[in-house]
């Protein structure tokens, strides 16, 4: 071959070579969303994700495609929905405010991120081997729900000082159940009260619980995603059985339950949004450490505590952040 050709030859292979690497540039990013619920009980805590996404330069639709996977209450559903989204080789698997698809999505794979809030010790179930250095493939948010039991039951004491029972509704498979009935047994002890224990996971069981209930008896709702889509449940289920119920979020509040004490799930999921931008634009689950919720609501329905006959003191007024009248 002349030099004159070979010259062209090798202009016109580097010519190409713009083409080339483009073509092997990967595809728009896929956020896989994994949740025990549905979507229509989450739209503000969305726009909150969705925002915090953008803000960080990631648009659904632009320059990102977010594949949402709901269980609509059915946590058995998680682990075929978790391998859907392993098959579809996203870039990151997201699970907010549902420790059971944060379980479902690890046990799914070890090599894509995971990005979680959850209610519930990460060690202990497996999804980090410390807050402070991950060292796998998931981080995320814990909102302290079984250490927030003492705080929880102090608030229920407060506004029915008549009762002399304390008893928890616990899903029967939620990771956590041990250690959220010791919890509160140990609280219940500290205020002089008696603690009962109750589980359930069908709606059947619910309505059984329920009506195990004797008077003189305030209830915590325990964590649980599907606990949260069936919250107008529990609140009707609350208010026919005048049971004072303290619940984790305002969102049962503001569909008739008592009062609430818990994490802001907006400000958890808005954080979530900016710390899966981080791990788009390359950053390790295992460099990120778990962070722990700082800001706490306390939430208080006055239509439904007139109903139950109960007071509400000045001093849970001037504690509230959300009052219902």
Known sequence: MKRREATRLLGGAV???????????????IIGFLN???????????AAFRN????????????VTIDFQWAAGQNARLPALAADLVAKRV?????LSSTPAAVA???????????????????????V????????????????????????????RE??????????????????????????????????????????????EIDAAYASIKPGTALLVATDASFFVRRAQFAALSLKQAVPTMFDNSDAVAVGGLLSYGANAESLWERAGANVARILKGE??????????????????????????????????????????
């Open 15 to 29: 010519a190409l070579l713009p083409l080339a690497a483009q073509a092997q540039q990967p595809a728009m990013p």
């Open 36 to 46: 025990s619920a549905s979507p229509e009980q989450n739209v503000g805590r969305l």
């Open 52 to 63: 915090s996404l953008a803000a960080a330069g990631y648009v659904d639709g632009k320059n």
């Open 91 to 95: 870039a990151v698997i997201v699970t």
């Open 105 to 127: 999505a690890k046990a799914a794979t070890d090599t894509i991120p995971i990005y979680f809030v959850i209610a519930d010790p990460p060690v202990q179930l497996g999804l």
């Open 129 to 156: 081997a410390s807050l402070n250095r991950p060292g796998g493939n998931a981080t995320g948010i814990v909102n302290l729900s079984v250490e927030l039991v003492p705080k929880r039951l102090e608030l229920l």
């Open 159 to 204: 506004i029915a000082p008549q009762a002399a029972v304390l008893a928890v509704l616990i899903h029967s498979n939620h990771p956590s159940a041990k250690a959220m009935a010791d919890a509160v047994q140990a609280s219940a002890q500290v205020l002089g009260m008696r603690a009962q224990v109750l589980q359930a996971a069908t709606d059947e």
């Open 284 to 325: 390790k689950p295992a460099d990120l450490p778990v962070e722990q919720a700082t800001k706490f609501d306390l939430a208080i329905n006055l239509k439904t505590a007139k109903v139950l006959g109960l007071a509400v003191s000045p001093k849970l007024l001037a504690m509230a952040n959300d009052v219902i009248e």
